[in-house]
């Protein structure tokens, strides 16, 4: 089926949803993702008539009802009375809480002091956190707690078997009945108290079209109407983007960093030019000593690791021997405990020592990476200078397309396996050549 189906089904899809009312800002069923195991995922492959095993589904499924009930977030004003202009919603990890009590936002390449006055932050753990945490009085970490697993189990088994019914087996996806999270809903209701008491007229967030993102934003909006939200996409978008079609819960104004970007979001995926703007990247820096050189990176989302091996083999044959420089492996870092990310990197790493003549083991001057599965790094390694092969095991959700990606060279060495080198720099990426973005990053608040 050609992308072009695809997207046609996807907005035909999301259109369907808002006419019956199922709440698409929160629903998992609309965050129609390539690139993640989620129900989306389940329905892009229902679009494209792809088949996916009644285990898999079901482990899917069970998962998006476990997370309803799984989160508890709770927050400590930390005795701060003080009004702000901006508030800014990012994620936490611990290890980049500084001792003098700032904190570095890699999302916007950011320490919070930048701005002590106008600005407070507000820190999302990405996985349980209960302690408390000192810290500068603009920044609030949230303190999210997970509840008794083996009661919400239980919960989840049951909502399980009761949507089984409702949805006909689960062969009709948009039946089944997903209330809102626990942590949408209170991350909500936080934020627009926060709102409210600090007199905030800018909210600004790091923004992945995700389903919790769209209900805050929606709530933000039903309650203060005046409230600017300011989305900035941190990342480049993945190269099937579906999960970026413009839905209820859209930020006011969304930053990308590539005007690229923008031309796929405003012509594809049904967003106004006035809605998105192009601005040089916050994330992506020049003075950033990437190596991308020799490296294979493993995605976040792995459908199938057999298969993928099968073609990672396949392509370091179809060059001749010493073609790719020694190669190492690197698994994505939110998927060190995934069995699947561990098999295939240990599969890699034993061909590559057990063929190791293939490689030069000496210094090559061939700068390439290889990259598996739906993943937007391939972009950033182009825009840095090295040449990109793709290994897909899904080629229709997983490879860049010219359908989306104009400004790419799409070379196909096998049904799975794709070389892409850029047309031209600086158009789907604009690193940055700043040092300091202090007054850049004041600059988009205040226009």
Known sequence: MSLASTLKKSKTFIKKGQLLRNEISFNPNYFLTSWSNTIGYLNIKKFNKKNISIFEKYKIIFKEF?????????INYNGNDRNYENLILTYYFPKNLKKDGSYFDKYFSLNT??????????????????????????I?????????????????????????????????????????????????????????EKNIRNFLFPYEAQPHQHFITKELKRNNNKLKIIGYMHTVIPPVPLDYI?????????????????????????????????????????????NFKGNIFLPYFIEDENKMFYFFKKLINLKKNLFFPKLKVKNHPSMEGSYKHKNLKNKIEKYLIQNKKLFKNRHSNRNLSLFFGSTASVIECLERGSRAFHICSDPDLEKFDNYFWKRLNILK???????????EKDKIIKINKMINKNFQFKKLLTN
């Open 413 to 423: 060495l096998d049904k799975n396996i794709f070389e892409y080198r850029l047309k």
């Open 113 to 138: 002091k930048f701005d002590t006055k106008s600005t407070l932050w507000v820190l999302i753990p990405i996985s349980e956190n209960k302690t408390y945490i000192k810290n500068d009085q603009n």
């Open 66 to 74: 476990f997370s309803i009930n799984r989160d508890e977030l709770k």
């Open 140 to 196: 609030l970490i949230i303190n999210r707690d997970f509840k008794n697993f083996y009661k919400n189990i239980l919960i989840s088994l049951f909502y399980f078997l009761k949507n089984f019914i409702r949805s006909f087996f689960f062969r009709n996806l948009e039946m089944i009945d997903f209330n809102n999270t626990n942590f949408s809903k209170d991350l909500s209701n936080i934020l627009v108290k926060l709102v409210k």
């Open 246 to 290: 413009k839905r209820e819960g859209h930020p006011d104004l969304l930053l990308v960093n590539g005007i690229d970007q923008k031309n796929i979001l405003c012509k594809k995926l049904g967003w106004k030019e006035k809605e998105v703007r192009n601005i040089v990247s916050l994330r992506y820096n020049i003075i950033d000593k990437i």
